[in-house]
């Protein structure tokens, strides 16, 4: 500040800025009450005679004027009080009151300055924030990571956080979504091979990879696996026992008993393409499991 010097009083009655001097006088207000005591004594004459003042049903009357009395007394004194104290006040209230307008223009001129700092302050803190989260992004392609995953600390907006120190954290949080981006590609891998292995479909698996381990996981596929196959193999066995008890006539199987026509009987060929050995095999458990008789078109044609 060029003008202004330090907005604060240098002496009890002088307030010193702008280099200029404001005298500010104070005298303690002075009231006169000479008679305080011959009052006081009346005051006690009258409080002395009523104080055994007892109130009677023949003197309720009498009683209520004493009390009137009373109070038009306390009423009156009251009413001087408050009259003298603002007399008393009043240098006192204009003072605050015409200090106050001072202070109002001042404030006014201060806010509209802190308001334009603020708003100054806010865009280069906005300008900061746009060129963390670029650079974010211009890291997290590099390493192939998605820039959403990195948590963003909001005290890299602040003008006294140094780059290096967000350039640091940005790169160790990439580091570790790079590992943890491996391990799970690796894992993938795993969940693939053994759902070839189990003869089971990969996705739902894979899925399972993103809130559970590795070692969880193949766990459950062969623990599946197995579930499954014991319920096929029930399946399969109630079925074919149902089936042993119908009688065949023609191509029908029907209920010995009830001469009901349960199943109808199929002939037909077929031709695979492309077949590994391992889904050859699972092929063949299965028409084995299924109680299924095949052979080769000449086998077929004799039948």
């Given at each position: 500040?060029?003008?202004?010097?330090?907005?604060?009083?240098?002496?009890?009655?002088?307030?010193?800025?702008?280099?200029?001097?404001?005298?500010?006088?104070?005298?303690?207000?002075?009231?006169?009450?000479?008679?305080?005591?011959?009052?006081?004594?009346?005051?006690?004459?009258?409080?002395?005679?009523?104080?055994?003042?007892?109130?009677?049903?023949?003197?309720?009357?009498?009683?209520?004027?004493?009390?009137?009395?009373?109070?038009?007394?306390?009423?009156?004194?009251?009413?001087?009080?408050?009259?003298?104290?603002?007399?008393?006040?009043?240098?006192?209230?204009?003072?605050?009151?015409?200090?106050?307008?001072?202070?109002?223009?001042?404030?006014?001129?201060?806010?509209?300055?802190?308001?334009?700092?603020?708003?100054?302050?806010?865009?280069?803190?906005?300008?900061?924030?746009?060129?963390?989260?670029?650079?974010?992004?211009?890291?997290?392609?590099?390493?192939?990571?998605?820039?959403?995953?990195?948590?963003?600390?909001?005290?890299?907006?602040?003008?006294?956080t140094r780059f290096e120190t967000i350039d640091k954290s940005i790169n160790?949080?990439?580091?570790?979504?790079?590992?943890?981006?491996?391990?799970?590609?690796?894992?993938?891998?795993?969940?693939?091979?053994?759902?070839?292995?189990?003869?089971?479909?990969?996705?739902?698996?894979?899925?399972?990879?993103?809130?559970?381990?590795?070692?969880?996981?193949?766990?459950?596929?062969?623990?599946?696996?197995?579930?499954?196959?014991?319920?096929?193999?029930?399946?399969?066995?109630?079925?074919?026992?149902?089936?042993?008890?119908?009688?065949?006539?023609?191509?029908?199987?029907?209920?010995?008993?009830?001469?009901?026509?349960?199943?109808?009987?199929?002939?037909?060929?077929?031709?695979?393409?492309?077949?590994?050995?391992?889904?050859?095999?699972?092929?063949?458990?299965?028409?084995?499991?299924?109680?299924?008789?095949?052979?080769?078109?000449?086998?077929?044609?004799?039948?």
């Open positions: 500040m060029t003008k202004m010097q330090e907005l604060v009083p240098n002496k009890v009655n002088q307030i010193s800025f702008a280099n200029k001097k404001f005298a500010v006088t104070f005298e303690p207000a002075k009231i006169n009450f000479p008679e305080y005591d011959q009052m006081a004594q009346t005051v006690d004459q009258i409080a002395n005679e009523y104080a055994n003042w007892e109130v009677k049903p023949e003197r309720i009357k009498e009683s209520k004027a004493v009390r009137a009395d009373l109070n038009r007394l306390k009423t009156g004194i009251n009413r001087v009080k408050i009259d003298i104290s603002k007399q008393a006040d009043a240098p006192v209230t204009e003072f605050k009151r015409n200090i106050k307008v001072l202070l109002d223009k001042i404030n006014a001129t201060s806010s509209k300055i802190d308001q334009g700092i603020k708003q100054l302050e806010d865009k280069e803190k906005a300008d900061r924030h746009s060129i963390n989260i670029r650079y974010i992004a211009k890291l997290a392609d590099v390493s192939g990571i998605d820039p959403n995953q990195i948590e963003y600390d909001s005290k890299w907006d602040l003008k006294t160790q949080q990439i580091q570790i979504l790079v590992a943890k981006q491996l391990e799970f590609e690796e894992n993938v891998k795993a969940v693939k091979l053994q759902a070839q292995t189990l003869g089971l479909p990969e996705s739902h698996w894979i899925n399972e990879l993103t809130s559970k381990s590795l070692s969880t996981v193949l766990q459950e596929m062969t623990a599946y696996k197995k579930d499954v196959a014991a319920i096929a193999k029930k399946q399969a066995e109630t079925k074919q026992k149902e089936q042993k008890d119908l009688k065949k006539q023609g191509k029908y199987l029907v209920d010995p008993e009830t001469g009901e026509v349960k199943e109808k009987l199929y002939d037909f060929s077929l031709e695979f393409y492309g077949v590994t050995s391992y889904q050859m095999d699972q092929l063949k458990r299965f028409i084995k499991d299924m109680g299924i008789k095949a052979g080769n078109a000449h086998t077929l044609k004799r039948r």
